[in-house]
């Protein structure tokens, strides 16, 4: 899909999400209306709960342009009704601060993927306690493989973030469409042996259309990239790709190879659902408590 038809198609989502807030504007005139990227709800959704109750209505605009365009369109037109939006961050500069909830990481994902979130998956799905071994082994090899991970898809991540500031400095067309993996050719993926086989050279290739990136501007980059963890800086995509990897060899170990593991587990992943299966484990901003109470 060219540039101009994603522009077209978000446009058009953000008309389907504004001609929905009206309709629903009309009998709820003082609930809060939330506007979201894809399935960011999920997240979210239960947060807004626990300071509004079942008064405030989802409204899922598509993507990150739609949620922006339904802002302006909702801000120009009905400025006083009760509105709150929320998108990832990206490797983009915030926008709308005050009125825009940006996340303080890449996306939503990374809030899934620290080892705070690990330890309460441990606690509440595998029973775990902090004093048991097993607990501190596994803790230790989540953060070891972890880095490897980050170690591994650095490049490409720094990479990707280059390519995108590049084209905004310079009003130019990133074409790069990535999909939820990594990609499987430049990294393997195993708990205990993550490898690297990938270089800018394999990147090119493999991204031919993209804005052209040198070893300059890499190296120009790298110096600032890690001011934040990889935690957070890195595409959160790849960080829960990661996540659901460790956590399957955890639940393949209980139940079969129970080398850290002994008890069986009836704990399991969809990948498809984690946003929401794991969302009472995941981080909660203070940023976004703040900008949710500001809801009110």
């Known amino acids: 899909m060219k540039p101009e038809d994603l522009l077209k198609k978000s446009r058009n989502s953000s008309v389907v999400a504004f001609h929905r807030f009206v309709l629903l504007h009309r009998e709820y005139k003082t609930d809060l209306f939330c506007f979201y990227e894809g399935k960011d709800s999920h997240y979210y959704f239960p947060r807004i709960n626990a300071n509004f109750g079942e008064n405030h209505h989802p409204i899922i605009c598509g993507n990150k342009k739609s949620v922006i365009h339904t802002y302006e369109s909702i801000n120009n037109k009905y400025p006083d009704f009760k509105t709150a939006f929320f998108i990832d961050k990206d490797f983009d500069e915030e926008i709308y601060e005050n009125d825009i909830y940006n996340t303080p990481c890449y996306s939503i994902e990374n809030l899934y993927c620290t080892q705070t979130v690990l330890k309460r998956i441990l606690k509440n799905e595998f029973m775990l306690k902090e004093t048991d071994s097993e607990f501190t082994e596994i803790i230790d090899l989540f953060n070891e493989n972890q880095k490897e991970h980050h170690r591994a898809t650095s490049l490409f991540n720094v990479w990707y973030s280059t390519a995108k500031e590049k084209a905004r400095l310079n009003n130019l067309q990133l074409n790069i469409s990535l999909n939820?993996?990594?990609?499987?050719?430049?990294?393997?993926?195993?708990?205990?042996?993550?490898?690297?086989?990938?270089?800018?050279?394999?990147?090119?290739?493999?991204?031919?259309?993209?804005?052209?990136?040198?070893?300059?501007?890499?190296?120009?980059?790298?110096?600032?990239?890690?001011?934040?963890?990889?935690?957070?800086?890195?595409?959160?995509?790849?960080?829960?790709?990661?996540?659901?990897?460790?956590?399957?060899?955890?639940?393949?170990?209980?139940?079969?190879?129970?080398?850290?593991?002994?008890?069986?587990?009836?704990?399991?992943?969809?990948?498809?659902?984690?946003?929401?299966?794991?969302?009472?484990?995941?981080?909660?901003?203070?940023?976004?408590?703040?900008?949710?109470?500001?809801?009110?």
């Open 180 to 296: 939820d993996k990594f990609p499987k050719d430049f990294v393997t993926i195993k708990i205990g042996e993550i490898k690297s086989d990938y270089n800018l050279t394999k990147i090119k290739e493999k991204f031919p259309d993209a804005i052209e990136i040198n070893e300059n501007e890499i190296k120009e980059s790298m110096k600032d990239f890690y001011t934040i963890p990889p935690t957070k800086k890195h595409r959160g995509k790849y960080e829960i790709e990661f996540l659901i990897i460790f956590l399957k060899y955890l639940i393949e170990d209980c139940n079969k190879n129970k080398n850290i593991l002994k008890k069986k587990t009836t704990f399991n992943i969809d990948k498809s659902l984690i946003l929401t299966q794991l969302s009472q484990y995941s981080e909660t901003p203070e940023c976004l408590i703040e900008y949710i109470k500001n809801c009110a």
